[in-house]
């Protein structure tokens, strides 16, 4: 199995008026390319810090993260854009749709950033929209859809630059029952195609379609 991400004795402590609050102490893992990763715990366990050092948006304090070969500590700040851009799929539980844009334009918007050419981008953006079953939604603004529908956009928008890994942060925590189990299928679907999932939640129910479970706890590993 190949390596995708490799943490080190890996801590997180921020500094706030109060003094140093700890957010991960310590914590040694790995994930390997086709994984489905659930990372579970209570409010406050650090899931969602050791989320946010995996797909570089964050440093640790100590220890050390490995994306592949490289370890991000060394890595500059364009360099963590760019994989942030394109080997990292975002889906977040807030969506983080840009109301004035059409399912289309969120879609094909990071591939902007990436300087594809805009046709190329929105036949691309067309296609995942089609993929996750929003080819007749196109056009819609984000207030036109439903929470699912939203949802969706946002998972293909975190597809749009082909992504090895795809980071979900409580991907159904704002959508009903029936619905968010359409979006775990969705994901399940992504992971068997070969894309590596780490989802983050608090919710033991979602871990059932994970081959890998990590359970946090006050900023501690308590089992996998």
């Known amino acids: 199995m190949t390596t995708l991400i490799k943490l080190e004795n890996v801590h997180k402590i921020y500094e706030l008026d109060g003094g ?3 957010a991960l102490n310590g914590i040694s893992l790995s994930i390997n390319k086709g994984d489905f990763v659930a990372l579970i715990g209570p409010s406050g366990s650090g899931k969602s810090t050791a989320m946010n050092l995996v797909g570089c948006l964050d440093l640790a304090s100590k220890g050390e993260i490995y994306l592949k070969e490289h370890n991000i500590k060394h890595l500059s700040e364009s360099d963590l854009a760019q994989i942030r851009g394109k080997q990292i799929g975002f889906i977040f539980q807030v969506f983080n749709l840009i109301p004035s844009l059409t399912a289309l334009e969120n879609v094909a918007l990071p591939m902007a950033f990436q300087n594809v050419p805009r046709n190329i981008r929105l036949k691309r953006a067309h296609n ?25 956009v946002a998972i293909a928008r975190a597809l749009i630059n082909d992504p090895e890994i795809i980071l979900a942060d409580e991907p159904t925590g704002n959508l009903d029952t029936k619905t968010g189990d359409e979006i775990m299928k969705l994901l399940y679907d992504l992971n068997k195609k070969g894309k590596t999932i780490i989802l983050v939640t608090h919710n033991p129910d979602l871990t059932k379609l994970a081959n890998k479970v990590i359970r946090l ?3 501690k590993l308590v089992g996998s």
Do not use: F
């Open 20 to 22: 140093e609050v700890p």
């Open 128 to 152: 995942l929209l089609e993929q996750v079953g929003l080819g007749d939604r196109i056009k819609h603004l984000p207030n036109q859809l439903s929470g699912g529908q939203i949802q969706r």
């Open 217 to 219: 706890k006050d900023g």
